[in-house]
């Protein structure tokens, strides 16, 4: 298990962390994203493909809130990972933000874990 760090990004509102954990980039968002903090995990993402990682876990354990802005990076992302052969993989969603999702309809189009151990194992 390869704990090192990829990147990090910071706001007031957001802090997104990101490492590797062998094939996979794991991308843990903390506190609010929203359409002002959406380019705060948008650019670590995008990142992350540019290296190489097409598969993505997005660990939603320390995410309080997420908006359509928010939402509509994630799609964007899963596109450009599915084109490249990988996925997205959401892990640890807290009920508020698996609300949006359930709403949306977007739980559908994500694979979705309960943990973030299970989506590494998966």
């Known amino acids: 298990m390869d704990r090192g760090t990829v990147g990090s990004a910071q706001s007031g509102r957001l802090q997104v962390e990101v490492r ?3 094939p996979s980039a ?4 903390a506190g609010e994203l929203d ?9 670590p993402l995008e990142n992350c493909l540019e290296k190489g990682f097409a598969r993505l876990v997005v660990d939603c354990s320390r995410l309080e809130f997420c908006d359509s ?3 509509n990076v994630l799609l964007g992302v899963r596109l450009r990972a599915e084109s ?3 996925g997205v ?11 949006v999702f359930e709403i949306t309809g977007a739980d559908a189009v994500f694979t ?5 151990e299970a989506a590494l194992g998966d």
Do not use: I, K, N
């Open 20 to 22: 590797e954990e062998g």
């Open 26 to 29: 794991v991308v843990t968002p």
């Open 35 to 43: 359409h002002h903090t959406a380019d705060l995990l948008r650019e």
């Open 69 to 71: 802005t928010g939402l």
């Open 84 to 86: 490249a052969g990988g």
């Open 89 to 99: 993989h959401l892990a640890g969603m807290l009920p508020a933000v698996a609300r």
């Open 112 to 116: 979705v874990h309960d943990t973030l």
